[in-house]
């Protein structure tokens, strides 16, 4: 069975940093890539970030793409995503999610098919 699960939010004080985990599969991480998204209340999905399955090249998307680092384990079998210098405007539910394909990863929503639950960051002081 596919899935996706995600952990590492929580609350964090403004300048901060997290890192979130997205853990799966060997067989996802061989063959599928992999997207982190974001939707903040009121808001729709955000792309982010995502990882090719083929040679892990990463691309970065929102305006968070100067704080944000996409990496893979896949001994672990786990991808991560390292946040800094979080922003009251970065709360939000983040996603992870697969896209049916492992070359040339997409922004967009639609082109992934399964997603994760969803962890919290709230960033506040």
């Known amino acids: 069975q596919v899935q996706l699960v995600e952990s590492g939010g929580g609350l964090v004080q403004p300048g901060g940093s997290l890192r979130l985990s997205c853990e799966t599969s060997?067989?996802?991480?061989?063959?599928?890539?992999i997207g982190w998204f974001r939707q903040a209340p009121g808001k729709g999905r955000e792309g982010i970030s995502c990882?090719?399955?083929?040679?892990?090249?990463?691309s970065y998307f929102s305006s968070m793409k100067d704080r944000v680092t996409m990496s893979r384990d896949m001994a672990k079998m786990t991808v991560y995503l390292e946040m800094n210098g979080l922003k009251p405007e970065d709360t939000a539910v983040y996603y992870c999610?697969?896209?049916?394909?492992?070359?040339?990863?997409?922004?967009?929503?639609?082109?992934?098919?399964?997603w994760g639950q969803g962890t919290q960051v709230t960033v506040s002081s």
């Open positions: 999610a697969i896209e049916n394909k492992n070359l040339d990863c997409s922004s967009t929503e639609d082109q992934y098919t399964v």
């Open positions: 990882i090719t399955a083929r040679d892990s090249t990463t």
């Open positions: 060997k067989f996802v991480l061989d063959y599928y890539n």
